[in-house]
């Protein structure tokens, strides 16, 4: 019997002994004697590895590039796309902050503006009372806080249920603030502890704006409240009959004057311009020393409303 080599278009499979040459299949080729080829069409890698009576590959050798190179450079590709998304979203994460941060401190003190704007609007008006018009302003407030929380969340894409969470903060933070804001005034910003002792008897618009001023402007003093008729004669003035710096029907002091020698025009002018904007008469007097006079004028219906409980 002679031998034969089976030869594919990838690799020689193996060498099997044949049938005598008389009885061998037509696609057996004879080259001589005692070897036969038979060649079959090329086996895939696939086929190969299913088939039992396949060679082993050889250990270390390459896969064909074709097959290599294809998912590697798609891979890359994916790679390269991520890295760059994940830094555009980071630059702007970064951008959105610092916006974020940059405006806080206006965000912070514009709710009160809008609370003292509101409500001596309101006020003068004589929609409302007094207390009536500081509560039309704390609703003003509120809905505008509600604007910040949800224009936060939407940036960062936080969650909704975090809304109410964060406005009981603020909400807090608020009520700590107009607290601070109505009882306490620092060492700093009255010129006097008389001035200070009778701050409380000052309008409560009146604190409110004297207080977020202070905010802005840490220099700011407070150089009276409340006077008698006693005080305007100690200071050489005549004495007068009717001033918004007594006590008035309403219970509270109306008048309030602001140091302006030793600052400069400019600061003296935004003063007196923060004064009007929020809907207050300003005066400039020089009479014992140079100083601005801030009122809050009395509204006849609430005079009217207040004597008659008397």
């Known amino acids: 019997m002679g031998r034969a ?52 590959e050889t250990p270390g050798q390459p896969e064909p ?5 294809a998912p590697l ?25 610092l916006a974020w ?12 503006i809008v609370v003292l704007r509101i409500a001596v609007v309101s006020y003068q008006e004589s929609i409302y009372a007094g207390w009536e018009s500081l509560g039309l302003g704390i609703i003003a407030a509120v809905l505008l806080v509600c604007v910040y929380i ?14 109410m969470p964060v406005l009981n903060l603020c909400l807090t933070a608020m009520l700590c603030y107009s607290a601070y804001a109505l009882f306490h005034l620092a060492i700093g910003n009255a010129k006097t502890e008389q001035v200070r002792t009778y701050y409380t008897s000052l309008h409560p618009f009146l604190r409110v704006a004297v207080k977020n001023l202070t905010l802005l402007d840490e220099e700011l003093v407070v150089t009276d409240t409340f006077r ?30 602001v140091r302006t ?23 400039r007097h020089v009479g014992t020393a140079d100083h601005l006079h801030v009122a809050l004028p009395v509204v006849e219906t609430e005079a009217l409303a207040a004597s008659s409980t008397d």
């Not at 278009?9 to 008389?22: A, I, K």
């Not at 299949?25 to 088939?51: F, K, N, Q, Y």
């Not at 796309?81 to 902050?97: N, T």
């Open 65 to 69: 590039a074709t097959e290599r190179k």
């Open 228 to 257: 008698s008729k006693d005080e305007y004669r100690k200071m050489g003035l005549q004495s007068r009959e009717y001033s918004l710096h007594f006590r008035q029907p309403t219970g509270f002091v109306h008048a309030v004057d």
């Open 73 to 97: 450079a798609e891979s890359s590709r994916e790679d390269s796309r991520g890295r760059r998304r994940w830094h555009v979203e980071s630059l702007k994460f970064c951008a959105k902050g």
């Open 150 to 163: 949800a224009a936060f969340l939407w940036t960062f894409r936080i969650r909704r249920r975090f809304f």
């Open 261 to 283: 020698n030793g600052r400069s025009k400019a600061t003296n002018l935004l003063v007196e311009l923060y004064f009007i904007l929020m809907g207050f008469e300003t005066l």
């Open 5 to 56: 080599v089976v030869v594919t278009g990838d690799t020689v499979r193996r060498e099997r002994t044949l049938p005598p040459r008389g009885l061998a299949p037509d696609d057996v080729r004879v080259e001589d004697d005692s070897t036969t080829v038979i060649e079959l069409p090329p086996l895939g890698l696939r086929a190969l590895r299913d088939d039992p009576e396949a060679p082993a």
């Open 101 to 112: 941060l940059a405006a806080f401190p206006f965000l912070c003190i514009l709710p009160f």
